[in-house]
């Protein structure tokens, strides 16, 4: 089992950053993927980024190329960089131990029941 703590929300500017931790703890987090979710007010709960447990990289379009998530197994952390935030980044968003298969090119991500509580982001000027 995993047990999940998110860190490092709060309010931010349009086009400011923040940066978002997970620690995890248990023997297991080597073992899986990792993957940020996010769930705007009204909204379903939508995959932002996942990361293999060697590393490949899958980013939803809507944060490509502005959002980067990485993770550092010695400390059982992930993290999620967020870059040129937008006001439709607001959301709460949580932290997920799964299973990932495939290539850069073709994969599935399959979230396991482990989540953490959530902390929220919030884009607004």
Partial sequence: QVQLVESGGGLVQPGESLRLSCAASGSAFPTYAMAWYRQAPGK??????????????????SVKGRFTISRDSDKNTVSLQMKSLK?????????NAG???GNSATNSYYPDSFWGQGTQVTVSS
């Fill in 44 to 61: 379903q709960r939508e995959l932002v980024a996942v990361i293999s447990t060697d590393g490949i990289t899958v980013y939803d379009h």
């Fill in 87 to 95: 006001p439709e980044d607001t959301a709460v968003y949580y932290c």
């Fill in 99 to 101: 299973r990932f298969k």
